[in-house]
């Protein structure tokens, strides 16, 4: 079976779009696909920081694109899950340098040559060449939003856009959630959001202090002993590889929680996808 | 000068993206003038801050129509004319010296969404797998009678943030319209789902116009040259059908039963 490609996108920035494609990336690989994340983000790359393979970047993106090298000399194996790879962007030159038409090619070849399951494009915020370079081989799109007016503004206009793009069917992941502040009624919930949004919920990562410290680290938070996010960025991988797993703020949370209680009181059942 | 002929001597057409103002190659200047003028009026609304590529075909502009041209678009209308279309070398090379952007030949679009023009009025679905449906309306058809005010489009989706359906005539939309997006028709405006981004009915003078919605919690909603905002404490919003209507030169919204 073919390989198939995501573009995670969000229109603002700092909503978590390099998160995700890290982790869901490892979290696809630790499952036993072939993985590729690419970082489309000319210019201003992240995704090598946060996955700690910053100093092992030799070709990037471009070199692949330009021909300097071949994807298998730019692809950087990451060091924890050795059925992930990362392709940097190119820190020194700008989105102008490549086109959506050569993206697309892109995907083409890393599909057709590396035979990647899955490959995951970071895109950059905005709605300008960047853009329109990370979504121009992707199959999906995955939005990724925060429970913020602004933020879910920002992704309703990338879902028209991305539907002018012939892909009409992006799926959601809200980032950040806070279970305390959706009780307080502080915080919009998963409803009020795919009210306005209505497109497919594919995943709720829940606020998580931990991400702070595994994106200074290098580490994925799915690599590491953690009881909010990186299960949720497990549940979604499942999800995407087709399992049904449902969603439910309490199911995606608490569910946890209770295995924190439960893992207190001696009945140690462990979770089927903890690694 | 027939009115037949002078009102095919300009007309306006929306694409996707873009509206095109049509010159034709066989009225004369004068009929052209008076015609652009008498539809800009109607159709200012439209043009707003959306790109005009003026198409001027075959004909050949000399430097006095040109300005004159210029003035009413820019000066008059504060239209922003994007590029100009031209098949006369001359009239390519006033443009350049004026600073306009040049595109030479006529270039067939693939997705017509609506077609402004007085006289007939139909929306053509082109390319049928491109963008959500619109559906198909035959004005043959569909005609009460000959006045555009009848004619009504209807729209299926959701119009998201940024984007913007624009109709001479009635605008019916199956879907709810989200903050940040704009719907502006002529006569009226119906929305079968949630209003909260900005509705302009009766747009280009007719404030008899109104907008009906299930759920009406727009940013703004605008009526001929009146404009509403929503209140900024968070008003209470029921989950029925509410109509906007101009009364006593403001808008005011009442409960449908």
């Known amino acids: 079976m073919a390989g198939k490609s995501y573009v995670v996108t969000s229109g603002k920035g700092g909503v978590g779009k390099t998160t995700v494609t890290a982790n869901l990336g490892t979290a696809l690989a630790l499952r036993g696909n072939k993985v590729c994340v690419i970082d489309s983000d000319i210019g201003l790359r992240n995704l090598d920081v946060v996955m700690g393979l910053e100093n092992r970047i030799v070709y990037d993106l471009i070199d692949v694109i330009e021909g300097t090298c071949r994807p298998k000399q730019a692809l950087i194996k990451h060091k924890k899950a050795d059925k992930l790879f990362l392709l940097p962007a190119s820190q020194t030159r700008n989105k102008e340098a490549i086109s959506p038409k050569q993206m697309k090619e892109l995907m083409i070849r890393m599909k057709e040559e590396e035979l990647f399951d899955y490959i995951l494009v970071d895109s950059p915020a905005g709605i300008e060449r960047g853009f329109r370079n990370a979504i121009a081989g992707a199959d999906e799109a995955l939005i990724v939003t925060t429970p913020e007016v602004s933020a879910i503004r920002d992704a309703d206009r990338i879902i028209g856009l991305l539907q002018a793009d012939e892909m009409y069917e992006p799926k959601l992941v809200i980032n950040r959630l806070s279970t305390e502040l959706v009780k307080k009624g502080d915080m919009m919930d998963q409803d009020d959001i795919i009210d306005i949004l209505s497109i497919e919920l594919l995943g709720i990562i829940p606020e998580d202090e931990g991400i702070v410290a595994s994106t200074n680290m290098g580490v994925p938070i799915v690599l590491l002993e953690n009881e909010k996010a990186g299960p949720a960025f497990k549940r979604i991988a499942r999800r995407l590889e087709g399992e049904n797993i449902p969603i439910s703020l309490t199911g995606d949370i608490e569910e946890t929680l209770l295995n924190r209680i439960k893992r207190l009181f001696g009945i140690n059942r462990k979770e089927p996808e903890r690694v | ?257």
Do not use: C
């Not at chain 2, 075909?57 to 031209?86: C, E, H």
């Not at chain 2, 997006?181 to 109104?210: K, P, Q, Y």
């Not at chain 2, 209470?236 to 403001?250: F, M």
């Open chain 2, 1 to 257: 000068m027939s009115r037949r002929a002078s009102s095919k001597a300009v007309e306006i057409k929306g694409y996707e993206d873009n509206i095109n103002i049509i010159v034709s190659n066989d009225a004369s200047f004068s009929e052209v003038e008076a015609e652009l003028l008498n539809k800009l009026m109607g159709a200012k609304d439209f043009l707003k801050g959306v790109p005009v590529i003026l198409d001027v075909g075959n004909r050949s502009l000399s430097p006095q129509q040109f300005v004159k041209l210029n003035q009413i678009l820019n000066d008059r209308f504060n239209i922003m004319v994007s590029a100009i279309r031209t098949n006369s070398e001359q009239t390519r090379r006033l443009a350049v010296v004026n600073g306009w952007k040049v595109e030479h030949r006529r270039q067939q679009r693939k997705k017509i969404i609506e077609k402004l023009s007085s006289s007939k009025i139909r929306n053509r679905k082109v390319n049928p797998v491109k963008k959500n449906v619109i559906v198909e309306q035959d004005d043959k058809k569909l005609k009460p009678n000959s006045d555009d005010k009848n004619d009504t489009y209807l729209y299926r989706g959701t119009i998201r943030s940024g984007q913007r359906k624009a109709h001479v005539g009635n605008l019916l939309i199956i879907g709810d319209v989200n903050p940040g997006g704009e719907i502006i028709a002529t006569g009226d405006i119906v929305v079968i789902g949630r209003l909260r981004g900005m509705a302009h009915a009766g747009a280009g003078g007719n404030s008899s116009a109104e907008i009906i919605a299930l759920h009406l919690q727009p940013m703004q909603l605008r009526i001929a040259d009146y404009i509403g905002r929503a209140p900024d404490q968070d008003p209470e919003s029921g989950s029925y059908p509410e109509k906007a209507s101009v009364e006593n030169g403001s808008i005011v919204i009442q409960r449908i039963k």
